[in-house]
């Protein structure tokens, strides 16, 4: 699975609320499957820590394995954009990275974004 940025956010809040609440049951209940993230869920995450912060921020990325950016993802980004436009339902370029790099991974996207990323074509969501 890709978890999106939402899903990081939510997990890091509840920890620092120490209140256990959806993102941490969606991890229990999935214990077992390979959880990852795209480069650019990493970059945006990473948006929310200051300089004094980056061991926390690195703490808490560090379970899951960074999806880079490969040619198969751009090419997927440049497809899933030209037909969105198309469509004129367009959304936003960093959820489109993180799309792509879910459909060419070949596994679902955890997020609670459910306003853009049900327009993407092929993309399996699941939702915590």
């Keep these: 699975m890709i978890l999106d ?36 869920t990493y970059a945006e995450f990473a948006e929310g820590f200051s300089a004094e ?19 198969l993802i751009a090419w997927r980004y440049a497809q899933l954009s030209r037909d969105l436009r198309k469509q004129g339902s367009r959304i936003g370029d960093n959820d489109l990275w993180i799309a792509a790099t879910a459909i060419e991974s070949g596994v679902p996207l955890v997020t609670r974004d459910n306003r853009h990323f049900p327009r993407v074509a092929g993309l399996t969501l699941l939702s915590y």
């Design 53 to 71: 912060f980056y061991d926390r921020f690195l703490e808490l990325v560090s379970p899951y394995e960074v999806v880079d950016v490969s040619k």
């Design 5 to 40: 940025t939402t899903f990081l956010i939510d997990l890091h809040r509840e920890a620092a609320r120490s209140e256990p609440a959806k993102a941490f049951t969606f991890l229990e209940r999935n214990a077992d499957a390979p959880m990852r993230i795209s480069i650019v």
